[in-house]
């Protein structure tokens, strides 16, 4: 069985005033994914025991930003059946840093993707924070997305007729949200993109385009 491990220690960007957080690593070695997630809680010594289920968080000062019990998903084609999850359980506390590393085709785009909204498993359960997406309708669930997680795509996916202050505050608009000025300046300069809120994302390179897709991804206060 696979689990996620302490592999080390990570300080936050000024974006997360903390002392200090720990980096999981969740490792795929199989050509199906099969977790076991045992992720210790914030404070906690990496040499104490781990936990290995999502319901043994119950120090309220380290809720789960994430949990999936039992999730499988397949995919078909034709009359053939990959199985991408089988049977994944994982907890992963807020305020921590997670990496899903595996080979080619083990699952992890399928993971992330039914843990984010963006896929929806064939059984088992998705939790954000307290609230269960695994069973809600396709509106709702893009609206949930929307309003409380963040995304960077591999691709940036950032607006070449727009600014990078345009392509940054893109989700506010769409949510028919306000600009707060001093938050968005602050976004921006925490991401290394001070003072180019006005460029367009073709003058930025492309370790600036992808800030400027963190920016976006943080410009909404997500919860993940």
Known sequence: MNYARASGRCRYSQLYPKPG???YRI?????????????????????EPMFSDPSEFTDPSVPAALQLKGV????????????????????VPAGTFTAVMGPSGSGKS???QCAAGLDVPDSGRVLLGSTEIS????????????????????SYNLLPQLTVARNVT???LLAGR?????????????VGLAGLGERKP???????????????????????
Request: net charge positive; with cysteine; proline share 5%.
């Open 202 to 224: 073709q003058e930025l390179s492309g370790g600036q385009q992808q800030r400027a897709a963190i920016a976006r991804a943080l410009i909404t206060r997500p919860d993940a």
């Open 110 to 112: 399928t993971l992330l």
């Open 27 to 47: 490792t795929f070695r199989k050509s199906v994914a099969s977790v076991e997630a045992k992720t210790p809680p914030f404070n906690r010594s990496k040499d």
């Open 170 to 172: 893109l989700p506010l």
């Open 21 to 23: 957080c720990w980096l």
């Open 72 to 91: 499988s998903k397949n995919y078909r084609s034709g009359s053939t059946t990959v199985p991408a999850l089988r049977d994944v359980s994982l907890a």
């Open 178 to 190: 306000g600009t707060d000025d001093a938050w968005l300046e602050y976004v921006l300069e925490s």
């Open 135 to 154: 069973g809600m309708r396709s509106k709702e669930l893009t609206r949930f997305r929307r309003d409380h997680v963040g995304f960077v795509f591999q």
